[in-house]
């Protein structure tokens, strides 16, 4: 298992889902737990678990879940 830094995790990194979908942009980190994704088409920011990410690269954060998943569950800041 790969250990992710997060003060690799920059703002304004587009956030990738495992399926090659962008499903937003990191707005900051909130705590050393959560990325804070700038907001939404619906006007809200969403906050998504850094234990989803499997890496960083390029400015780009590539995740775990696929764009439905990621959806599905993400939290309404």
């Known amino acids: 298992m790969t250990t992710i830094n997060v003060e690799n995790i920059k703002s304004h990194a587009d956030v990738i889902a495992s399926c090659g979908t962008k499903v937003g942009e990191v707005d900051h980190l909130q705590g050393s737990d959560q990325i804070k994704l700038t ?3 619906d006007g ?3 906050l998504i678990p ?3 990410v499997g ?3 390029d400015n780009k954060i590539v995740l775990t879940k696929d764009s ?3 959806k599905d569950t993400w939290v309404e800041a």
Request: no cysteine.
């Open 39 to 41: 907001k939404h088409g």
């Open 44 to 46: 809200h920011h969403h």
């Open 50 to 52: 850094v234990s989803w």
């Open 55 to 57: 890496e960083i690269t």
């Open 68 to 70: 439905q998943e990621v």
